[in-house]
């Protein structure tokens, strides 16, 4: 497996932070390259709120049930997404999440998502973050210096994956609907 | 900007690709990359239908109004989402649809995404792939080698993205609904 393959294989969900600070330039650095992530009709359908202030983030850590990590993290990125009611929506901001989780990863920094629910903890965080309507912040991440090493090769983790075969099909000529 | 870096932020959809075959043990590479890719709790919601028939290609391009570009590609991968009404899963479809992407990016291979739409060509799509229940391929991908190069640096290329003040806002104290 070539290198880019490998580092793409062994991005993992960091909870637990060093207290080195993370400079601002670095987090402009990594959002800088998400927003060239691809979106249905280029509608780019994001924004992001770099936190640092740690009384918000403690109050963002308690609108869902597992966001207890965005207290104890140098940086909180709250990914807002566009509020259409569009799936299409859901599915580009997973995108551009996977893109900052990975270039976070690539700048050698950790990282865990958070989804902020049910609709009265999202509301709620609009206040907290003084966000203008149009906007819901559904999503937050956690950025900051890995507590622990995370150099394990993916192989040698067990993450509780499917194997590749309870995953994939091919289509095979005699499954064709003709 | 490291190399790592650049290559995030390099990744651009293809549409047109040359004839050259794309080996099925590296779709198999790319997808078994892709496996690690993280999702709320662990689920996985995610399945993948690999095709190379063009006869198939060619009635899935149809299901979508953006998706002529299957018809046209060495291989189909067809993601198929956990059929659980859940946001978080079109959600976590679009992280392993990043993943997938810049993996084949990695194998110098090309890639592009197509929404199939609306529920009507979801179902058919479904008929067409022989699927069983549980499983909608409402996203399906291109992939194949670039028919034009595509090693253009990232900023010499205006693909319409929006500048990074335009989308990244600081939490300051003063904002804070305290």
Not at 123 to 131: F, H, I, N, T, Y
Request: charged share 20%; glycine share 6%.
């Amino acid at each position: 497996m070539t290198l880019l393959l490998e580092f793409l294989a062994s991005l993992r969900s960091v909870r637990h932070f060093t207290d080195r600070p993370v400079p601002r330039e670095q987090i402009d650095q990594i959002l800088d390259v998400a927003r060239w992530t691809g979106s249905a009709r280029n509608r780019q359908p994001w924004r992001f709120r770099v936190v640092m202030d740690k009384a918000v983030q403690q109050r963002l850590s308690r609108l869902g049930q597992y966001a207890g990590h965005l207290a104890g993290a140098p940086v909180t990125v709250v990914l807002l997404s566009a509020d259409d009611g569009r799936t299409d929506t859901s599915f580009d901001l997973g995108r551009v999440a996977q893109t900052i989780s990975l270039a976070a990863h690539a700048a050698g920094l950790g990282s865990c998502l958070a989804t902020l629910y049910p609709d009265d903890n999202v509301a709620e965080a609009s206040r907290v973050l003084g966000l203008e309507p149009g906007w819901l912040p559904q999503h937050a991440m956690s950025v900051g210096y890995p507590a622990t090493s995370q150099q394990l090769p993916p192989t040698a983790i067990s993450a509780g994956r499917l194997p590749l075969t309870a995953l994939v099909t091919h289509q095979e000529p005699a499954a064709r609907a003709d």
